[in-house]
């Protein structure tokens, strides 16, 4: 019906076709172990299966022991190979298709007898087959379609071999009829596997224009949102604001003297602050959109119960900066940020709208005398903007030290 050897002798074609690829691919990008995994399973497979092949012409144990050895811990290669493509730790399991084999090839009643070593083996490449499933299902799943399809065709390839296994264990078959079982194996195998690697180029496409629309939206030395990420999240933020009965709120920060900073103490100095602020500032903002706008310039998109709750958001990330100077590993850098804030309910809310207010509330911040922050409430931020600005517009929120320094001076009047 179907000979093994011709089975085989296709599969090792494909193998090493495969070999070369992922090998090539490898060299354009030696960082990646993912492609070097897959360069070893296919190479280990195509070698396993040439030894099987030459079965006759090569001493026996090399043939059935070491050929079928070689050729499952290939398979284990390419399980590892999706492991480091999504850059999980190896798993104990990875081992168990060449496992399985060794645990029972040595016992005399598989060893002997031709029959009992193909259940043998199709049992050890259904675990092969069922791993590389277990592999490839992860939560990326949600973001790359192709896992899904990836991890079925795995489990088909699972069941070809377990049943396989099984028919060879119901029928008795004799050598001859149980060499055509392998041969129909070994094709339902490298068909489905065949289709598995068009599947991964697939998923490597998916996953690497995904990686190119975050880098599009992902300032590059701050690792948060840019401008043009952070402007995509606002309806995102206005939806939730709505189904929340929350308001809208826009919040600009504008580290203060940042051009001192960089005369001062270096432009890697200025960095390392505009880094510290980003990571700090997007800490108390997880269920908002923070981005850098530019320069020095950061803003958040949040929603807010009221004005009191966007006070102590801006006033909370005000504080925490100056709090302590930022070590840059040459110098302690002292830092403060002023604060525009501009709300509005999510029905009236309109981005463009709330920036401007926001800025205009930061202008007036920084005229107050930095370090400070400035609030436009819903009337002051629907309102148009003025010709120029007027630095005494807004609410400006006291600072912890001007509140300590009032309550002071309340008590020296009490006494």
């Given amino acids: 019906m179907f000979s093994v050897t011709t089975g085989l002798t296709i ?5 090493i076709t495969l070999a070369l690829v992922a090998f090539s691919a490898w060299r354009h990008d030696v960082r990646n172990k993912t492609y070097l995994y897959w360069t070893f399973g296919f190479l280990l497979s195509a070698i396993g299966f040439a030894m099987v092949v030459l079965r006759g012409h090569i001493p026996n144990f090399f043939s059935i022991e070491v050929g079928n050895t070689v050729a499952l811990v290939g398979q284990s290669a390419w399980i590892a190979g999706y492991l480091a493509l999504d850059k999980r730790k190896m798993e104990w399991w990875v081992a168990l298709p060449p496992l399985v084999w060794l645990s029972g090839i040595f016992l005399p009643w598989v060893n002997d007898d031709y029959a009992n070593r193909v259940i043998l083996y199709n049992l050890a490449s259904a675990t092969g087959a069922t791993g590389l499933a277990m592999a490839v299902i992860s939560p990326g799943m949600r973001t790359e379609p192709s896992r899904t399809r990836l991890a079925v065709v795995f489990l088909f390839q699972s069941c070809v071999c377990f049943g396989a296994a099984l028919a060879i264990a119901l ?20 068909f489905p596997l065949t289709l598995a690697c068009a599947l991964t180029c697939r998923l490597i496409m998916e996953r690497s224009e995904r990686q190119l629309r975050l880098l ?4 590059t ?29 826009v919040l600009l920060f504008d580290l203060d003297n940042f051009k001192r900073i960089n005369d001062r103490f270096g432009h890697h100095a200025g960095d390392v602050v505009l880094s510290v602020f980003a990571r700090m500032a997007r800490q108390y903002t997880p269920a908002g959109a923070f981005g850098r706008m530019g320069g020095e310039e950061f803003a958040a998109f949040v929603s807010v119960a009221d004005q009191t709750e966007a006070e102590a ?18 110098a302690l850098v002292p830092a403060t940020v002023s604060t525009g804030v501009a709300l509005a309910s999510p029905i009236e ?9 926001a800025d205009r509330a930061l202008y007036a911040a920084k005229a107050a005398g930095r370090n400070c922050t400035v609030i436009f409430g819903e009337a002051e931020a629907a309102a148009p903007p003025p010709a120029a600005p007027d630095e005494r517009s807004g609410e400006l929120v006291p600072t912890l030290d001007d509140q300590i320094h009032a309550l002071r001076r309340v008590g020296s009047l009490g006494r």
Avoid: K
């Avoid at 029928?171 to 490298?190: C, K, Q, R």
């Avoid at 701050?222 to 929340?244: K, P, Y």
């Avoid at 958001?313 to 040459?330: F, H, K, V």
């Fill in 11 to 15: 599969w090792c074609s494909e193998a």
């Fill in 171 to 190: 029928t008795s078959p004799t050598p001859a009829e149980a060499a055509n079982y392998a041969g129909i194996a070994a094709l339902g195998t490298a």
């Fill in 216 to 219: 599009s939206i992902t300032d």
């Fill in 221 to 249: 030395l701050t690792g948060v949102l840019n401008r043009r990420g952070l402007f995509a999240q606002f309806a995102n933020i206005q939806i939730r604001a709505h189904d929340e009965a929350r308001q809208v709120a």
């Fill in 313 to 330: 958001l801006a006033e909370s990330i005000r504080a925490e900066l100056c709090r302590a100077p930022i070590n840059t590993g040459d």
């Fill in 349 to 357: 809310a309109n981005m463009d709208r709330l920036v401007s207010a």
